[in-house]
């Protein structure tokens, strides 16, 4: 399984759920004076009242500083709308956390597509090993499986199902973890749609929610990078979401030249490889007798052939 194949995956195989799960709106307990009881806010009125971030003028500045060409552009006027009756500043950094996330995870998917289209992979065995069906392991069902062994079953979406169900779980599962810890508020930051700062993740070595201890953070895991000045990490912010910006118009290029369609200056690369599949396919007819996917395929007529790209 390459390193490429499971980042590729993060935004083909889980996009939807990213977005779902971003879309439920935060809703926090705050106590209340005298007895010092605590009672749920549940009115969406309430909670409105209560964000505050930025307003559609300093969408306008933040435009300018990322110097696009086209300047302050909103042809849905969305830098005016009201999702969820939670108040405009709740929405746009909602907008605003939305598009960094999924910039960063298509940053990571290009390159991983480069990464799994080319074949690269770990040296080493994904199942099995050296010592399976000898010693203690003679018993054991199964033969090995390397990363080589996923890396040459095609395209990077072809390296995705050639992987054992459980790998798809762990992977699928790990996600759902990061989900949690990023929508979780700290002590430090609140929600960004509380007024929090769209894109902010906190650490994983302190986040609460994590199975077991996390000795590396996502961002300079390994305390390399110098510290910067607060126009520094400005800068920096600015730069990585127009980065993100075309990283997703990358990696759909990708999936569109897989596809067989035609995009100018990828549509004749071989290396970009064919995929007949569903990319948003998590589990298809390989991992049937798995829990739930004999079900979720009997389910929609032809779903089966779809996803296992049979469909004419």
Not at 53 to 66: H, R, S
Not at 134 to 146: C, E, N, Q, R
Not at 273 to 291: I, L
Request: proline share 7%; hydrophobic share 45%.
């Amino acid at each position: 399984r390459t390193s490429g194949t499971k980042e590729l995956r993060s935004i083909l195989a889980i996009r939807i759920m990213l977005a779902l799960v971003s879309t439920v709106p935060s809703y926090t307990s705050a106590p209340l004076a005298g007895n010092g009881a605590v009672q749920t806010r549940s009115s969406a009125s309430m909670m409105a009242r209560k964000a505050k971030g930025a307003t559609k003028a300093d969408l306008i500045v933040l435009a300018e500083e990322q110097q696009l060409p086209m300047g302050f552009w909103d042809p849905l006027n969305l830098a005016e709308a009201d999702f969820w009756n939670q108040g405009n500043e709740a929405t746009i950094g909602w907008l605003r956390h939305a598009e960094i996330k999924h910039g960063r995870v298509a940053m990571a998917a290009f390159v991983g597509y480069i990464v799994g289209a080319n074949k690269i992979a770990f040296p080493w065995d994904i199942a099995g090993g050296p010592l399976a069906g000898t010693g203690p392991f003679a018993d054991v069902a199964g033969g090995s499986i390397s990363f080589a062994d996923i890396a040459n079953a095609g395209s990077p979406m072809d390296q995705w199902d050639a992987l054992p169900y459980a790998a798809k779980c762990q992977i699928l599962g790990t996600i759902a973890i990061l989900e949690w810890v990023g929508e979780s508020p700290t002590k430090d930051e609140p929600h960004y749609m509380r007024g929090g700062k769209p894109g902010y993740y906190p650490s994983l070595k302190e986040a609460d929610g994590i199975p077991h201890p996390v000795p590396f953070d996502l961002f300079n895991p390994f305390g390399l990078l110098p510290e910067q000045s607060e126009s520094e990490k400005a800068r920096g912010r600015n730069v990585e979401i127009n980065n993100g910006r075309a990283a997703m118009l990358g990696i759909f290029g990708f999936i569109s030249a897989s596809k067989g369609l035609i995009v100018p200056g990828l549509d004749a690369i071989e290396g970009v490889g064919r995929y007949d599949g569903v990319y948003m396919g998590a589990f298809s007819a390989s991992d049937s007798g798995a829990p739930f996917v004999d079900a979720m395929l009997a389910s929609i007529p032809k779903l089966e052939q779809a996803l296992s790209g049979m469909a004419q």
